[in-house]
């Protein structure tokens, strides 16, 4: 009996991670797609920074803009994008640290408006090359329980291509 147990259970956790590999897959191809589109254009934040655009700003610093997402993950699914154009994550310094605070901080201030809980809360940059737009922007996502099988692998903390705003302090932290 506990044999079968096993290896049901073998079976569940094969296809779990079958299903997973689809969907990073099918992830990669559309940043691709995206990637190779983007290419061609100048960065579309800029465009909406600089009002080229109808989007619909909800908040407005001199140092940053908050928006909603075009394709939400969730019930409420923001960008917090800085007025200086800076490609990704990556991109930015040791001393840069600054900038994620302040993603941080307005994200969170602005949420507090909408009533949403921290704890529901999801803050966190895509890293490349899994980033849609080659302009650094912080994603707020709440709540993370509404999001779907697809954006919780998409947005999955602690992975090669997601990081928390805690993992990208740490990860400023320690460049050199």
């Excluded at 559309?30 to 990637?35: E, K, Q, V």
């Excluded at 507090?112 to 809360?121: F, I, L, P, R, Y």
């Excluded at 803050?123 to 099988?149: C, D, E, Q, W, Y």
Aim: glycine share 4%.
């Amino acid at each position: 009996m506990t044999a079968m147990i096993i290896i049901q259970n073998k079976k569940r956790c094969r296809k779990l991670v079958y299903i997973e590999l689809l969907a990073l897959v099918v992830f990669l191809v559309f940043l691709a797609y995206l990637s190779s589109q983007s290419k061609m254009a100048i960065c579309i934040f800029c465009d909406i920074i600089s009002g080229k655009s109808t989007t619909k700003f909800e908040v407005e610093t001199d140092d940053y803009v908050i928006f909603k997402d075009i394709k939400p993950a969730s019930d409420h699914h923001y960008l917090a994008v800085p007025k200086g154009h800076t490609e990704s994550l990556v991109a930015l310094a040791k001393n840069d640290i600054e900038i994620v605070n302040t993603l941080e901080s307005g994200m969170r201030t602005f949420l507090a408006t909408k009533g949403v809980e921290s704890n529901e809360t999801l803050l966190g940059f895509h890293m490349p090359p899994f980033i849609t737009v080659k302009h650094l922007h912080l994603h707020g996502i709440a709540p993370r329980s509404n999001m779907s099988f697809l954006m919780r692998f998409i947005f999955k903390p602690h992975s090669a291509w997601f990081k928390l705003v805690d993992e990208a302090k740490e990860y400023l932290k320690n460049k050199s």
